[in-house]
């Protein structure tokens, strides 16, 4: 089985584009788009229509991540959830929402985790839906391995820290997914996707770096109607 996975979107379209069209001329059994569609990104229209293309041409599968939850007004959970966060990701936040259509994150057929074979996939980690605790860490991956044992599974496929790494544990082995809408690698980083090939009981993910043009994002970031301290911890993330 190829799947072919996205993560971490952020409101990027460009990215998000280029991914879905490498992805197609690879070739999938299944397109899992792994979470936060939105926030932090200045396309948030031009990444939903995408998204709803994927949706009816290839049968993408949602998965919600914690920043989807705060565009969906079936419960309140997202709206407690950004009550905690730093004022400048609630401006984002406000600022994307007045740009999308009402009740349109909530057409969405969302799912809390997804599995094929000895693979199980979140946003962020395999505990219970709503922990958003990160895998960043040996430690944090080795207690996430017997969190995934414990439900059956040998291999964990992540995104959530917008970082690609690979842990190998006692107990399984933990996959998480660099970002298409923010890297937050070590050095210059990639905006990137993955394709994950499950192959009987193994496991195999590859990633697929995509070019971006940084100079081009900073300068629509500038151009939003976002405060300035808002846009300078935007354009932090692609100096």
Not at 2 to 10: F, K, Q, S, V
Not at 102 to 124: E, I, K, N, T, Y
Not at 135 to 146: D, L
Not at 149 to 173: I, Q, S, V
């Amino acid at each position: 089985m190829r799947i072919a996975a996205l993560t971490d979107i952020h409101a990027v379209s460009s990215t998000l584009e280029q991914a879905l069209s490498a992805a197609r001329r690879e070739g999938f059994d299944v397109l899992l788009l792994m979470g936060d569609l939105l926030t932090y990104g200045v396309a948030p229209l031009e990444t939903i229509a995408l998204v709803q293309d994927a949706v009816a041409r290839d049968g993408a599968i949602l998965i919600t991540g914690n920043h989807d939850q705060m565009y969906q007004r079936a419960t309140d959970a997202g709206s407690r959830y950004l009550d905690r966060l730093p004022d400048w990701i609630q401006e984002t936040v406000a600022w994307t929402n007045e740009q999308l259509p009402a009740g349109v994150m909530d057409a969405f057929d969302w799912r809390q985790h997804w599995s094929a074979g000895p693979l199980f996939v979140a946003h962020a980690n395999p505990y219970a839906f709503g922990d958003w605790r990160y895998i960043n860490s040996a430690e944090e991956a080795e207690a996430a391995a017997v969190a995934l044992a414990e439900r059956g599974f040998r291999y964990g496929l992540f995104g959530h820290t917008h970082r690609a790494r690979r842990f190998d544990c006692a107990t399984g082995t933990i996959f998480t997914l660099g970002s298409l809408g923010q890297p937050r690698d070590d050095g210059e980083g990639h905006m990137q996707w993955a394709m994950v090939e499950i192959q009987g009981d193994e496991v195999r993910v590859s990633p697929r770096p995509l070019p971006f043009d940084r100079k081009a994002h900073r300068q629509a970031i500038r151009a939003t109607s976002l405060s300035v301290p808002t846009q300078d911890r935007l354009c932090g993330f692609f100096a």
